[in-house]
């Protein structure tokens, strides 16, 4: 082999070798590799740093801004929250918000996907009075099924998308994956939903399995809005929203007083504080559907509908400054534009008013605000944050505008009047002026290690393929089925690619088969959208361990998995794709 060639490989294989090992973070692997190529000469110095302004990298990075604003104004729960019966038997349930997760992964990113639904299947669970880890992988693989519809759910369809430009001048469109990828997502959907569950293990008890997600109870203050006074609404007619979102109503203040007893019978007035236990996510959901504010929204602009306002909750050690002290007293709201909406004390209730409550040491403070505000209410008031008690709060009656936005954007880069990155772009400015997400949000919304890792890996890729990199195991696969029809390199390649797929990062994987297929595919005089159709399907589907894609990481401490199971579904599953993708393939990218 010439000396380029050699040396790309072997930095390559040295690459898969501390990707696998995973001790060294995968951007930073990516870098460095980078740098060390441009240091060989391997990559032209004028090209090192062309990967950061490559389209694919901008694409993904917009996405993800996207998926966060249709997650702030709760487009996305308005369908989760219909998805969600735990008097389903489980198959139904596997089907049905497997579904829904695969459709949301469609439009939005997949691991937000998972985010929003993986709580709702844990609570169904423990309503059902069963493992969540029977759910859970299911759900966490049809939310990556999902991802292969379209040309914005995953980023091995957008790599592959702005790979195809570079080298044959013309990119997919939004729904060119959605034949392929809907068929690959139907079949994979139907098989966890009805056989796929059945050989998981059922070892994590009731006990276990919702530790990751049960919070304190607090005790908190809503307040009833202006808008209230326009009709008669009782407390006892909010009982059946209170249940729907796991909140106990424990009465009604009125001109600083507690009403008598629950006060089910009385009529809301504006300026009436209802008095709430749950937990903060379950207190966020009953404010929105039940259209009432936080105690002291006036003092945040924009009221319940600022934005980037969220719940952190945090504990109150002997020695803080609010031990022994009421937050009206220490002007908290005033001083902060932060909230205390609820106290957790034990388990306790008690009677006095959450601004007006005495705090102690050991008590669990649930404080609103801005994400900045918060933080320095936190270190001023000398209590410790609870690391991953973190809730946002969702401007529900902005929901009809996120989607509209979506969908315009989408339809203009369809359309092709726009090309999928300005669309996406307009998108997020339109997101900042609605305020479905600031400034800072922005920049929180982008995974920046993911977008360090492709920028990085497309001049590798490049170089990979210049140097005849690609061509040399395109080779060794084609040697390898010499005898065979076609489709059977079509077969191969994909079975390679998932193989890399589950240990190495999506897009990593993407970027190392693309070329390999495109160059199988010109030897063979064959149509190249099949390979490289081929290649965005297995790079998509890492189903067999806990590293192979993100969501399969997230789902391994709530569903009480270890590393063997996700062999159990995964490796059927996996036959499965390429058993029902080649055909498809053949179908419709005829070869």
């Known amino acids: 082999m010439p000396e380029d060639q050699t040396l790309i490989i072997g ?83 596997i089907a049905i918000i497997g579904s829904a997760g695969a459709v949301l992964s469609a439009v939005i990113n997949n691991v937000a996907a998972l985010a929003l639904l993986m709580p709702l299947d844990v609570e169904a669970a423990e309503k059902a009075k069963r493992a969540a880890g029977q759910s859970l992988m299911p759900l966490s693989f049809a939310t990556i099924l999902g991802g292969m519809v379209t040309l914005i759910g995953t980023p091995p369809n957008i790599v592959i998308s702005e790979y195809r430009q570079d080298v044959l001048g013309q990119s997919f469109s939004m729904f060119d994956f959605a034949p392929v990828g809907l068929t690959v997502a139907i079949a994979g959907i139907v098989f966890v939903a009805l056989i796929g569950w059945r050989l998981l293990p059922s070892r994590t008890s009731i006990a ?26 009782t407390v006892l007619s909010l009982y059946p929203t209170a249940e729907d979102t796991d909140i106990h109503i424990l009465g009604l203040i009125r001109h600083g007083k507690r009403r008598p007893g629950l006060a089910s019978r ?40 600022a934005p980037g306002l969220a719940l952190r909750e945090a504990i109150v050690p002997d020695d803080a400054r609010i031990n022994g002290h009421t937050a009206r007293s220490l002007g908290l709201l005033h001083r902060h534009a932060v909230t205390l909406l609820g106290v957790s004390r034990e388990g306790r209730r008690f ?5 007006l409550l005495r705090v102690r040491a050991g008590d669990v403070l649930l404080l609103l605000g801005t994400p900045r505000n918060v933080e320095s209410s ?83 890729a490049e170089a990979f393929e210049r140097t005849g990199g690609a061509e040399l195991l395109a080779g060794q696969i084609l040697v390898l089925t010499a ?93 499965l794709v390429i058993a029902v993708s080649i055909p498809a393939l053949l179908l419709f990218w005829p070869i």
């Open 351 to 355: 009677q006095d008013r959450v601004r």
């Open 483 to 575: 005898d065979s029809a076609p489709w059977v390199s079509l077969a191969v390649l994909m079975l390679v690619t998932m193989t890399m797929s589950d240990f190495l990062n999506n897009v990593a994987t993407t970027l190392i088969a693309a070329p390999i297929g495109l160059s199988i595919a010109r030897t063979l005089d064959a149509n190249p959208d099949t390979f490289l159709m081929a290649v965005a399907v297995a790079a998509s589907c890492a189903f067999l361990t806990p590293i192979g894609h993100k969501n399969n990481t997230i789902i391994l401490g709530p569903g009480g998995y270890r590393f063997s199971d996700y062999w159990r579904m995964g490796l059927p599953l996996e036959v």
């Open 378 to 460: 936190m270190e001023w008031l000398g209590v410790l944050p609870i690391e991953g008690r973190h809730t946002e709060v969702i401007q529900r009656r902005k929901a009809g505008l996120s989607i509209a936005v979506f969908v315009g954007a989408v339809g203009l880069a369809v359309a092709g009047l726009l090309p999928l990155a300005v669309s996406l772009a307009a998108a997020v400015i339109a997101f900042l002026l609605l305020g479905l997400v600031t400034g800072r949000e922005v920049y929180n919304s982008i995974e920046w290690k993911v977008i360090v890792l492709l920028a990085s890996l497309i001049p590798l």
């Open 11 to 93: 930095l390559f294989a040295v690459i898969f070798v501390l990707l696998v090992w995973g001790r060294v973070r995968y951007d930073l692997v990516a870098f460095g590799a980078l740098t060390l190529a441009a240091i060989l000469g391997l990559v032209p110095s004028d090209d090192v740093f062309s990967g950061f302004g490559h389209s694919a990298v901008a694409i993904i990075a917009l996405v993800l801004i996207v998926s966060r604003g249709l997650s702030s104004s709760g487009a996305v729960e308005l369908i989760a929250s219909r998805v969600i019966d735990p008097e389903r038997p489980l198959p139904l349930h």
């Open 208 to 233: 276990e399995q919702g530790q990751a997600f049960r919070k304190g109870r607090y005790v908190a203050e809503l307040k009833v809005a202006e808008s209230a006074g326009e009709k008669d609404i």
């Open 266 to 305: 009385e009529t809301l007035q504006p300026g009436d504080f209802l008095v709430v236990e749950g937990e903060p996510k379950s207190i966020e959901a009953f404010m929105g559907k039940a259209s009432l504010e936080f105690a002291g929204s006036e003092q945040h602009e924009g009221g319940v509908l």
